[in-house]
């Protein structure tokens, strides 16, 4: 069956390493916080100001003035720090985030991304997602496989306004975790109990299929 939420942070989680600058962004990104595997150390980063958030509140212990980019209440971690949106962002385009997950409305088999705007819907802007596309090397794209009605969200070309270009590699969907490489895609990993023919059903752009593709592991 497809994945849910928490399950989708914890394959993403998978891709942390040790010592790893993080940027998660806004939705289920930012369920990862809490699924950091033991026994590693990254330093979760957030473009509004703020450099080793640590996993949502309790209300014991929730502090209504530390806030992420999408306005959720969160933690810190030792060593954590404060800065300026302007600093944080020269953290971003400087090259200095080791790693990027973020939602997507749409990508496609060359690697480019979606994520701001449906025309005829209002949205608040970009935010900072184009300038973590355009600086960092390591991105993962976590969303659901189809849209509301089915439609497959990995496409052949991107129909929404782009994010970015060229430049998404790895994808954590509710069906299968897939790379992009050779203007394809290519299916390394399947959610547990879901089939091969539901997720090449289910994908619009051309995709490469193994002759074996292991289920997740949690």
């Known amino acids: ?14 891709e942390l390493r040790d010592g790893f600058y993080v ?32 996993e949502f509140p309790t209300e014991e212990t929730v502090d209504p003035d530390l806030i992420n980019a999408g306005k959720q209440t969160v933690t810190t971690v030792t ?12 953290m971003i385009r400087g090259g200095n985030v080791d790693l990027t997950v973020l939602g997507a409305f749409e990508v496609d088999q060359n690697g480019n991304i979606a994520s701001w705007m449906i025309p005829g819907k209002l949205v608040k802007g970009m935010g900072g997602a184009m300038d973590l ?9 976590t969303m659901t496989h189809a849209n509301k009605k089915g ?5 052949k070309e991107c129909t929404l306004p ?19 490489h050779d203007g394809k895609f290519h299916l390394i990993e399947r959610a547990p109990g879901v089939s091969v ?8 752009g051309e995709l490469v299929v193994p002759d074996n593709v292991p289920e997740m592991r949690f």
Do not use: W
């Open 79 to 90: 060593g954590a720090s404060y800065f300026s949106s302007a600093d944080s962002f020269a």
């Open 197 to 204: 023919e539901e997720i090449v059903s289910k994908t619009a």
């Open 1 to 14: 069956m497809a994945l849910t939420r928490e399950q989708l942070a914890q394959r993403v989680a998978q």
């Open 162 to 180: 782009l994010t970015g270009a060229g430049c998404i590699k790895k994808i954590v969907s509710d069906l299968a975790y897939i790379e992009i």
């Open 133 to 141: 596309v355009a600086s960092a090397q390591n991105i993962v794209v």
């Open 23 to 54: 940027n998660l962004g806004i939705g289920i990104p930012t369920l990862v916080a809490n699924y950091v595997p033991e026994g590693i150390d990254v330093m979760l980063q957030s473009e509004n100001g703020l450099l080793g958030m640590g």
């Open 151 to 155: 439609e497959s969200k990995l496409l």
